[in-house]
T-cell receptor
Framework: GAVVSQHPSWVICKSGTSVKIECRSL??????MFWYRQFPKQSLMLMATSNEGSKATYEQGVEKDKFLINHASLTLSTLTVTSAHPEDSSFYICSGGAGGKDEQYFGPGTRLTVT | SQQGEEDPQALSIQEGENATMNCSYKTSINNLQWYRQNSGRGLVHLIL?????REKHSGRLRVTLDTSKKSSSLLITASRAADTASYFC???????????FGTGTRLKVLA
C-alpha cells in the first residue's frame, strides 16, 4: 500500500514555542491530506482538511491561527502548532488520499509533549 | 458530536475465541472503514466496506454493514494475543474523503 511518513515521530517543546510537523506521501500524490489529533485512550478527532495549493478547512472548535496548515505540494503538508501549551500535548496523525480512491493512508503519528 | 459510537468500549477474551465489536454512526455514508491501532502507534487499515455492500471478509476478519440501522460490526475469529489493540471504525460522508472516527473498542486477547 501507499506510504505516508511523518516527521518528527516525537517532539518535546517548551510552553510558548512553536512546533512544525511534516506529513509526506512517499509514493503517491495526495491532493487532500487530513490532520487528526488523538488524546490518550481516546479516538481520533479530525482537525482540518488540507488541500494542495489552497487554504485548509478547519473543523468546528479548532483554532486556525493556532494550528497552521500548509499544503504546498502534492506530497507534503505541514502542521505548525503555534505558541504551544501543555494542553496541546497529543498524538497528531495525518492521512492522505490518492485522489478519487476511498482508502486513506495514515502516517505513523507524531507525539507532541509540551512542558 | 458527529463521532460514531462503538461498543463495547473494552473487550477481554481468551485466545481462540471470537471477538465482535460494533459501530453505529449518525449520517448517510459512502463507505466505512475499520482500523487497528496498537498502543501509541499509528493506524493500520483493515477493511473498507461500501454503502452498497453488506458483508466483506479478509482472512480472519468479517465486516457487516447495515445502512438501514446505520451500524457495522467487525468480527475477528480465532483471536490471537497479537490481535490485542484498539479498533476504530471510520465513516466517510458525502464523497468528501473526510472520515469521522468512532470512539473505539480496546480489545485484549489473553494467551
Amino acid at each position: 500500500g501507499a506510504v505516508v511518513s511523518q516527521h518528527p515521530s516525537w517532539v518535546i517543546c517548551k510552553s510558548g514555542t512553536s512546533v512544525k510537523i511534516e506529513c509526506r506521501s512517499l509514493d503517491f500524490q495526495a491532493t487532500t491530506m487530513f490532520w487528526y489529533r488523538q488524546f490518550p485512550k481516546q479516538s481520533l478527532m479530525l482537525m482540518a482538511t488540507s488541500n494542495e495549493g489552497s487554504k485548509a478547512t478547519y473543523e468546528q472548535g479548532v483554532e486556525k491561527d493556532k494550528f497552521l496548515i500548509n499544503h504546498a505540494s502534492l506530497t507534503l503538508s505541514t502542521l505548525t502548532v503555534t505558541s504551544a501549551h501543555p494542553e496541546d500535548s497529543s498524538f497528531y496523525i495525518c492521512s492522505g488520499g490518492a485522489g478519487g480512491k476511498d482508502e486513506q493512508y495514515f502516517g505513523p503519528g507524531t507525539r507532541l509533549t509540551v512542558t | 458530536s458527529q463521532q460514531g459510537e462503538e461498543d463495547p468500549q473494552a473487550l477481554s477474551i481468551q485466545e481462540g475465541e471470537n471477538a465482535t465489536m460494533n459501530c453505529s454512526y449518525k449520517t448517510s455514508i459512502n463507505n466505512l472503514q475499520w482500523y487497528r491501532q496498537n498502543s501509541g502507534r499509528g493506524l493500520v487499515h483493515l477493511i473498507l466496506i461500501r454503502s452498497n455492500e453488506r458483508e466483506k471478509h479478509s482472512g480472519r476478519l468479517r465486516v457487516t454493514l447495515d445502512t438501514s440501522k446505520k451500524s457495522s460490526s467487525l468480527l475477528i475469529t480465532a483471536s490471537r494475543a497479537a490481535d490485542t489493540a484498539s479498533y476504530f471504525c471510520a465513516t466517510e460522508t458525502s464523497g468528501t474523503y473526510k472520515y469521522i472516527f468512532g470512539t473505539g473498542t480496546r480489545l485484549k486477547v489473553l494467551a
